[in-house]
């Protein structure tokens, strides 16, 4: 069955520290995989996404890994600030015979960063 | 704003109301998507529209109702819906849709719904 688990399913941290984010798949045939962070009460915007290729990618703060054969992605939030507490959803992309492409997103990990 | 908009933010509405929800995106984008988010699952699809044609419809009940007159504008007409169905409805758009695609979405801000 295809499914994308997260971990934890939250988080509180103090503000300046660092975090990890875990991301584990069973998705095949594998197409890429996406981090999103959720504002509460806006949507998801993207922060990075990897390739089957690809073992490490930073946007600023984050730096998502992944290890195609284990099947596992973590988001690795550096020096964190309030403005870092949303929810941080991975989603995985499957080719499908024929033209589309089937997302499989995760449920989430809420991170709270407090002062 | 993040080049999608959604309007309203929040709606309130009677099991035997009518309502419809808007999306207009500013981005160019070729596809537009609905999904629903609900509190404790994942982002479930709902409709793809790709140049203005609906492309997927995930068994969604037919009290959903998608509309997509433009490449730029996608709606959501609501009717007789059920208190289940109270969730935050998200529209999003990507540059293309398809199976060669890697482009990610641009969402909007979503509408909170309570079906009361």
């Known amino acids: 069955k295809n499914q994308v688990e997260q971990s934890p399913q939250s988080l509180i941290i103090l503000e300046g520290k660092n975090c990890t984010l875990q991301?584990?798949?069973?998705?095949?045939?594998?197409?890429?995989l996406r981090w999103y962070k959720q504002d509460t009460g806006r949507g998801p915007v993207s922060l990075t996404i990897m390739t089957f290729s690809e073992n490490t990618k930073s946007n600023g703060r984050y730096t998502a890994t992944l290890d195609a054969d284990t099947k596992q992605s973590s988001l690795h939030i550096t020096a964190s600030q309030l403005s870092d507490s949303a929810s941080y959803i991975c989603v995985v992309s499957q080719y499908n015979a024929g033209n589309n492409r089937k997302l499989i997103w995760g449920l989430g990990t809420s991170l709270a960063v407090n002062p | 704003e993040t080049g999608v908009t959604q309007t309203p933010r929040h709606l309130v509405m009677g099991m035997t109301n009518k309502k419809s929800l808007k999306c207009e995106q500013h981005l160019g984008h070729n596809a537009m998507y609905w999904y629903k988010q609900s509190a404790k699952k994942p982002l479930e699809l709902m409709f793809v529209y790709s140049l203005e044609e609906r492309v997927e419809n995930n068994s969604v009940p037919s009290r959903f109702s998608p509309e997509c007159p433009n490449s730029s504008h996608l709606f959501l007409h609501l009717h007789t819906l059920q208190p289940e169905d109270s969730a935050l409805y998200l529209c999003?758009?990507?540059?293309?849709?398809?199976?060669?695609?890697?482009?990610?979405?641009?969402f909007g801000s979503g509408t909170r719904l309570t079906v009361v």
């Open positions: 999003a758009s990507s540059q293309d849709w398809g199976r060669r695609s890697n482009y990610g979405y641009t």
């Open positions: 991301c584990n798949y069973t998705v095949s045939p594998f197409s890429n």
